[in-house]
């Protein structure tokens, strides 16, 4: 590790990191906005889903589809760009994928991303923060908020919530990236539950490194369906058998033969020349005409990174950090001043996401309240600001 971020990180030992820079160099031209849309790489599972035969069954597919987001952090360990408030991105698969999504940061401090994501056989939104603390020899974040998914056919809503990363071999060694913890997927109109967890890797156990288990359980807590695999290649789901036998007083589930509910397609051979991305980071940050002036394609300083000009890109990026400095004093001096005068005190609104009570949780959440593609068919992005 370059000595630079070694004296950044070994003062914040223990501390919250969000608002730490990171040195240019362990960045990747792509900004957190299309970082999360890569948790629709494997959507095709989702499509699958949608077919299955009982929503157990469609719970074992939409527990393989939240493994399959963690694929490609096996191989890339390098920072996305922190878009800036008001940044968006959007990214219109419906002529090859049949889906379309629209990403907006819609909170700096803290950081938050709102996100809405529709097909015809399914709607999945999430609103995505985190905190991060170096913890001498690893780096921790720690993913904050929920991800919801409904089915269009059957009405069947889910929820979970991503699992803990480590950043390890901080002051030494090559960078690699382990997920573990215990995520619940919960279907909130069956009842039916899925418990996966993701094993932390150990030294005195190899074998275990990367695997992922886990179980789908009806309304009744019976368990349906067994999966096992790991995050960083596939998952297999076998389902449970009528027979179950007993061993030692204990229960022991017949399952049948497995079924792959999820492949990895591993990156290009080359990949390494290019941040490790897949195919299909690769085209996230293609140029695209008719996008909002806010969208992450656009944004000048990745742009330079992108195309090789490492210096240009620090020097825009650092202007652009300014600007949104001193709009954020704007903000601050505009609402002392509301304050003073006894008005009410404006606060900062997203452009196409609302928090409101989300139904089904009954928590506050950024909803994508409708209007991007409609301006976008217009070509009226007169709501935009101005940020780049």
């Not at 990180?9 to 969000?18: A, R, S």
Request: net charge negative; hydrophobic share 35%; glycine share 4%.
């Amino acid at each position: 590790m370059p000595w630079n971020l070694w004296t950044i990180l070994k003062n914040y030992i223990g501390k919250e990191l969000t608002e730490i820079p990171i040195p240019f160099n362990f960045c990747e031209p792509l900004s957190m906005l299309q970082r999360l849309v890569e948790d629709y790489e494997y959507s095709e599972i989702l499509d699958k889903a949608a077919m299955a035969s009982d929503s157990c069954e469609q719970l074992a597919y939409v527990a393989a589809f939240t493994v399959s987001s963690y694929a490609t952090t096996s191989n890339r360990t390098a920072k996305p760009f922190n878009p800036l408030l008001g940044e968006t991105y959007e990214l219109d698969r419906t002529d090859d994928l049949g889906w379309k999504c629209i990403s907006e940061q819609v909170s700096h401090h803290p950081p938050v991303v709102a996100q809405h994501c529709e097909s015809k056989n399914w709607i999945c939104h999430q609103e995505f923060s985190m905190t991060s603390s170096f913890k001498g020899k690893y780096l921790q974040v720690k993913p904050l908020g929920m991800t919801h998914l409904t089915f269009l056919s059957s009405g069947n809503h889910y929820t979970w919530r991503k699992v803990t990363t480590n950043v390890n071999n901080i002051i030494l060694g090559k960078l690699w990236v382990d997920h573990h913890g215990d995520m619940e997927i919960v279907n909130h109109k069956t009842g039916d539950k899925c418990a996966l967890k993701f094993i932390p890797y150990s030294y005195f156990s190899p074998s275990e490194q990367r695997k992922v288990t886990g179980a789908v359980m009806n309304a009744k807590g019976e368990v349906v369906w067994v999966l096992n695999g790991t995050w960083d290649n596939k998952m297999e789901a076998s389902k449970v058998a009528e027979k179950r036998s007993q061993v030692k007083g204990k229960q022991v589930l017949e399952t049948e033969a497995p079924v792959v509910v999820w492949q990895r397609r591993w990156p290009p051979l080359e990949a390494e020349k290019y941040y490790n991305f897949s195919e299909f980071a690769c085209q996230l940050n293609e140029l695209e005409e008719g996008v909002a002036p806010t969208d992450s394609r656009l944004r000048p300083d990745q742009r330079l990174m992108e195309e090789g000009d490492w210096d240009q890109s620090n020097e825009k990026k650092e202007s652009l950090e300014n600007k949104q400095r001193a709009t954020r004093r704007a903000r601050e001096l505009e609402a002392e001043l509301a304050a003073q005068e006894g008005r009410p005190v404006p606060q900062y609104e997203p452009i196409w996401f609302k928090k409101e009570m989300e139904p089904i949780t009954n928590s506050v959440h950024h909803l994508y309240k409708g209007g991007y593609w409609e301006c976008k068919e217009k070509q009226n992005w007169s709501v935009c600001p101005d940020i780049f």
